[in-house]
């Protein structure tokens, strides 16, 4: 239980700053409300099917399906992101034909890349571990509804409200920035010194060392923390 309560904490934690960041990108990228709210729906959508799958499956939340959430949202709202994206780039056409467009420039990159992130998923099936084929199972289904909402309810939500007046191309760099950086790739100091920079990380890779307690989630004061250190001061380990 407190194994539990800890992993339910930490990622309400991480889904409150991953909400937020989102919410920002959206709103840099789109500036436009409704783009952000459309966005969250599907993920929304998406991860209400993962716990109605859950419950169909009769899975039970364990240290795997804790992560789906923030997976779902993480991933999920990528095909949201070059929906709106492109819709809002062909605003000089009627709404419909925005949408057709869109739909057809769209489908077949989206589709592409949830089919392979599906398969990767689904892959886990093949273990031989109970919670890591469930976390594959409930992953899978929340990208397909997320690819099915984004191509079936997203247009109709779209159509339903009045697009803005111009959309702008947020550019985080310019051709200046990117021949600057380009150019420096050709600098011999710039090359000795990355060369470096790997030779170090290589020998310094030597004094990492393998370690994980789940120990150290816990209070010295709780049940399960006395108990594990009492099994390995009676049994060794």
């Not at 709106?84 to 034909?97: A, D, G, H, W």
């Not at 509804?145 to 947020?170: G, H, M, Y």
Request: proline share 4%; aromatic share 14%; charged share 15%.
């Amino acid at each position: 239980d407190s194994f539990y309560n800890y992993s339910i904490n930490d990622t309400t934690k991480n889904l409150i700053f991953i909400n937020l960041l989102l919410v920002i990108t959206c709103w840099l990228l789109f500036r436009w409300k409704w783009g952000v709210v459309f966005s969250f729906i599907i993920v929304g959508i998406s991860n209400l099917a993962v716990v109605i799958a859950a419950y169909l499956f009769s899975y039970k939340l364990n240290n795997l399906t804790v992560c789906l959430p923030a997976l779902i949202l993480a991933i999920g709202i990528a095909d949201t992101f070059h929906f709106i994206s492109t819709y809002l780039q062909n605003l000089e056409e009627s709404p419909n034909e925005v949408l057709k467009r869109t739909i057809k420039k769209v489908f077949i990159p989206c589709f592409f890349t949830s089919a392979n992130t599906i398969v990767g998923f689904l892959s886990l099936y093949v273990s031989r571990l109970a919670p890591l084929r469930q976390f594959g199972v409930l992953a899978s289904v929340g990208i397909l509804t997320a690819f099915l909402a984004t191509f079936s309810l997203l247009p109709v939500l779209l159509s339903l409200v009045k697009p803005p007046k111009e959309f702008k191309i947020v550019k985080i760099f310019n051709k200046t920035i990117i021949n600057r950086y380009v150019n420096s790739l050709k600098n011999p100091v710039f090359v000795i010194m990355v060369s470096l920079a790997a030779i170090v990380s290589c020998f310094m890779l030597t004094d990492i060392e393998s370690e994980a307690s789940y120990l150290e989630y816990f209070s010295p004061e709780l049940k399960i923390y006395k108990d594990t250190k009492h099994i390995e001061q009676e049994f060794g380990g």
